[in-house]
């Protein structure tokens, strides 16, 4: 498989831009996550994706923040009007469907950072 | 409810000798388990996963995690640390679905 892939793996902007990252997933995995990570901390759920569908919002996912994933393959995390607290790195994760038995397994990206200035 | 405690923030090794990083977890029904190794500035590799088969689960690099129950542990072992050892590791606990808890992540140093 290829691995989960995000787009850009660096991001320097100024307070108050908008801000797009985007995550393609492992093919054929039809679940996508979205995790935030600040330094020396571990990662932090922000949303799920099943196919199309955003299952699941975490409350750290404020209203400046929305995720899409149109078509069910690639995701977009989009942050608006930027703040310096929103500097982290953001990571993609996916998995495929599983049986309860064998248990869910996310495989993550590279990862995305953001540094607000 | 699920939550993992990793039981130190630091480890330091010399190279060649044992590696032990610890993890414990809470969990209301049984969980599925596993370690994450990150190196700087990267995304989170998986080791292994532990989900209710052999309770001593061998992962990549020859890294082994053995799942205590009784002690609520999923400690995360090495006979022999290598100084590509070095990153940090975290323990994860899943529902087995779509929820994994992360702890707050162990740095391993590798001494020469």
Redesign the interface.
Known sequence: DTG?S?DPRHKITKRGQNVTFRCDPISEHN?L?WYRQTL??????LT?F?NEAQ??KSRLLSDRFSAERPKGSFSTLEIQRTEQGDSAMY?C?SSRPTA????????????S?LTVV | AQSVTQLDSHVSVSEGTPVLLRCNYSSSYSPSLFWYVQHPNKGLQLLLKYTSAATLVKGINGFEAEFKKSETSFHLTKPSAHMSDAAEYFCVVSDGFNKFYFGSGTKLNVKP
């Open positions: 989960v995000q679940r996550y020396g901390q571990g990662p932090e759920f799920y099943q299952l699941e990571l994760a309860a038995s064998s248990g869910n397994t996310i495989y993550f990206g590279e990862g950072w």
